[in-house]
């Protein structure tokens, strides 16, 4: 890991050179202008922060250093006989900026296990809070009682210098990837598999170690997660997770407190646990309607019910995006390799058929194509995992590797603390209605 870290220090010198210079030199230039409705609609398309690791583009979707998802699938390494990229060769583009080498990947993976051991009191934590809290609930806790392992946060109290703040960071991040997918897995055990635990085993990559650690066995659920961990990894700095985790540590809050922050943002509806409650809409619809593969007439009426009722369709609609989610075509790519026949997966192909132009004909919903939530969870259900409250924890697993990247980076441009402006209602009606 020496290496990787040597590779990212000779990164920031460069890097602070350059951004210095150029807001030296283009500072004052404007790059656009708010308008009054922007600030009551959730400051959207309002470019108001740097994200280096990855690019939202509205009709391409996103670009991990300028790489698009089917060239990511093609250029990053793979583990032997897999189809899929390691999500580890994902964190090194996105915080080096170069793809990685077969070493590279390796060597990520290597340090990842040395560092999975998670301290019995944070599992003690768990065992303390009730079985029916929500996973996402669960999973937030235990990062931040993790918080107690924080390198950055002793150094601080230390007196550590600002140009070295990174340094500890970069440790937290490492650390804290390492032990999320134990910590999860012990969530998912705990919940659903009368605490029969399972230990790692040494030699597998993340994924492989993660998929294990859940209990399944299937080459294939191995697979899905390796394409599950590197889909979800990063959605440039703007979405709920990444920019609450950005606005937290931006007050150097360490790296447990910002990603914990982070999560509790995914699990909102309208966000990471938008999957679960497509699962929940596809099996109710499914039982509504008698079982089995409804009609495209059926659906499109229990669609329309569904709106009717004051309801969002879940796995539909984007703040940014304004067609489809190519994160939704690689799992539907996985899928009709592997379940072409999957009774869901026939429902998910149908869905997508009938709900876009219901939305369109709304005149109100700006992008009526589905996104990433819309086909995750029928592909986990198919392989075994049944228990769709926790589909959110592993979307938080795999957003690590994006938020921690973002989060070294801001360390190590020495990103100030955040603080936009607000104002009222009142203030803005005499301003513009006199
Ligand atoms: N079903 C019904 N109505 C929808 C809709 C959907 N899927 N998507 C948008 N709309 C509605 C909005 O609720 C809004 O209605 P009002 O004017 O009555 O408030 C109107 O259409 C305009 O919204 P928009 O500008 O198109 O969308 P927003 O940028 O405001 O919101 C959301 C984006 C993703 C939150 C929205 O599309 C939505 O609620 N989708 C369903 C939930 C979902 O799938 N979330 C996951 C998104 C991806 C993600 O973050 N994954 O983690």
Do not use: C
């Amino acid at each position: 890991m020496k290496k990787i870290k040597q590779k990212f220090e000779e990164k920031i010198g460069v890097s602070r050179t350059r951004v210095k210079q150029f807001v030296d030199e283009y500072g004052d230039k404007i790059i656009g202008e708010i308008s009054l409705r922007q600030i009551y609609s959730g400051m959207r398309g309002m470019l108001s922060m740097v994200t280096e690791t990855s690019k939202l583009d509205p009709n391409e979707g996103i670009r991990f250093r300028g790489y698009s998802l089917p060239e990511i699938q093609d250029v990053l390494p793979r583990a032997n006989q897999s189809n899929q990229p390691l999500p580890e060769g994902m964190f090194y583009l996105m915080l080096i900026g170069e793809l990685p080498t077969n070493d590279d990947v390796h060597l990520i993976s290597l340090e990842l296990e040395k560092r999975s051991s998670v301290p019995d009191y944070v599992f003690n934590v768990i065992n303390n809070l009730p079985k029916e809290m929500h996973p996402m609930t669960q999973f937030s806790i235990a990062i931040l009682s993790l918080r107690n392992e924080s390198k950055f946060s002793k150094a601080y109290k230390q007196g550590v210098s600002k140009k070295d703040y990174w340094n500890t960071t970069f440790e937290d991040a490492l650390d804290l990837i390492a032990k999320l997918p134990r910590i999860a897995a012990y969530i998912y055990r705990r919940n659903y598999h009368n605490e029969d635990y399972i230990e790692p085993l040494k030699g597998l990559d993340w994924s492989a170690n993660f998929a294990h650690m859940l209990g399944f066995s299937n080459k294939e659920f191995t697979e899905l997660i390796r394409l599950y961990m590197t889909i979800h990894s990063d959605h440039e700095g703007g979405n709920v997770s990444a920019h609450a985790s950005h606005l937290v540590g931006s007050a150097l809050s360490d790296a447990y407190l910002s990603f914990s922050a982070g999560m509790n943002g995914l699990a909102g509806p309208l966000h990471g646990l938008a999957n679960q409650e497509v699962v929940r809409w596809l099996l109710d619809m499914q039982e509504k309607l008698g079982g089995g593969l409804p009609s495209r007439d059926e659906i499109a009426n229990y669609v329309q019910e569904s709106l009717n009722q004051g309801k969002v369709i879940p796995g539909f609609g984007h703040a940014v995006l304004r067609k489809t989610d190519p994160r939704y075509t690689a799992q539907r790519e996985f899928a009709l390799k592997y379940l072409p026949d999957d009774e869901l997966f026939l429902l998910v192909s149908r869905v997508f058929e009938v709900v876009p132009p219901i939305l369109e004909a709304t005149g109100k919903v700006k992008n009526p194509w589905p996104n990433v939530d819309a086909h995750s969870g029928i592909l986990l259900l198919k392989y075994g995992m049944k228990e769709y409250d926790f589909f959110t924890v592993l979307f938080g697993v795999s957003r690590s590797l994006g938020i921690m990247s973002q989060l070294i980076w801001s360390r190590a441009l020495g990103m100030p603390i955040e603080r936009p402006s607000s104002t009222t209602t009142d203030i803005m009606v005499k301003k513009f209605s006199n």
